[in-house]
């Protein structure tokens, strides 16, 4: 797949100054795209862009940006309104765990605000140019924990099971007006923070030996692979035993079941609109 001709000259990468987010920067740009690398912490997000310049020859712009902050989409949206953003990597993650009744509201609603709202937002904005244009590519970070309920983080899994079901919707939208959208489940990464000062020695070690974890370079090149096969859902490398058990446990049922009906529903609600929405929304 030729990224630049298939999606569009930039990437957008939100999230780009550490771990998934700079992996999918520095490999979209090894595959020819330009990058805009966004996260709160400029001194990483330039570190990153020289790297990423010095390595594959493509441009790059830094923006540094709180997207909690009002109005903080609206600034990205000005800060690249001469470029096209051909590819949006949502890697949007604000990871708070304890049980709901000891968790403070404030810290709740930071979290769905970061995981749900500011992706939907950035979509918002970013998405219907591409439309217009017949051509780009949403991934959107989710997490492979959605598929169940955990006792001590049911906020945040709330937030990451919203982004599957909101990606692959949006799979069965775009993907008739030529626009790739894909969700990817992450597990444990290493050397993310969380990874390195939540887990005990004895825990990282024993989630490396059943596949609990692996190298954010990893992850990112598995999903890459998956998303320019368009799968809607994105399981980084089933060779890893808990993604491969994940699976065995019916993932791809559900996946093919899920793909099954988006499609099938955006049928039955073509038959029930007028023919500007199904010639708008469908694309017929």
């Not at 740009?29 to 400029?42: D, E, F, H, I, T």
């Not at 904005?125 to 959605?146: D, Q, T, Y």
């Amino acid at each position: 797949m030729d990224y630049p001709v298939s999606l569009g000259s930039y990437a957008l990468v939100i999230g780009a100054s550490t771990t998934i987010g700079e992996q999918f920067a520095r490999q979209v740009a090894a595959k020819g795209m330009n990058v805009v690398l966004v996260a709160r912490r400029k001194e990483e997000l330039e570190r990153v862009a020289r790297d990423i310049r010095a390595a594959h020859g493509v441009q790059t712009r830094v923006v540094a940006l709180d997207l909690m902050q009002d109005g903080a989409v609206d600034q990205l949206v000005t800060a690249v309104a001469d470029i096209e953003v051909g590819l949006l990597v949502v890697n949007a993650n604000l990871h708070k765990v304890n049980l709901f009744d000891k968790m403070d509201l404030d810290t709740k609603l930071r979290m769905i605000r970061m995981n749900t709202e500011v992706p939907v937002r950035l979509v918002h904005a970013f998405g219907p140019p591409m439309l217009e244009r017949g051509r780009g590519g949403v991934i959107l970070v989710s997490s492979l924990n959605c598929l169940s309920p955990l006792e001590i983080d049911s906020v945040f899994q709330g937030t990451k099971a919203f982004i599957l079901l909101f990606g692959e919707s949006l799979w069965a939208e775009y993907r008739r007006r030529g626009v790739k959208v894909a969700v990817t489940l992450v597990n444990g990464i290493e050397g993310s923070e969380s990874y390195e000062k939540k887990l005990s020695p004895r825990s990282r070690m024993v989630a490396k030996l059943i596949g609990g974890s692996m190298p954010p370079e990893r992850i990112v090149s598995s999903s890459l692979l998956q998303f320019e096969r368009d799968y809607p859902v994105l399981v980084p490398d089933f060779t890893v035993p808990i993604n491969r058990s994940a699976v065995q446990l019916g993932l791809l049922v559900r996946m093919a079941k899920s793909r099954a009906l988006t499609l099938g529903a955006s049928g039955l609600f073509g038959l029930l609109l007028d023919g500007d929405e199904v010639q708008a929304g469908l694309g017929r």
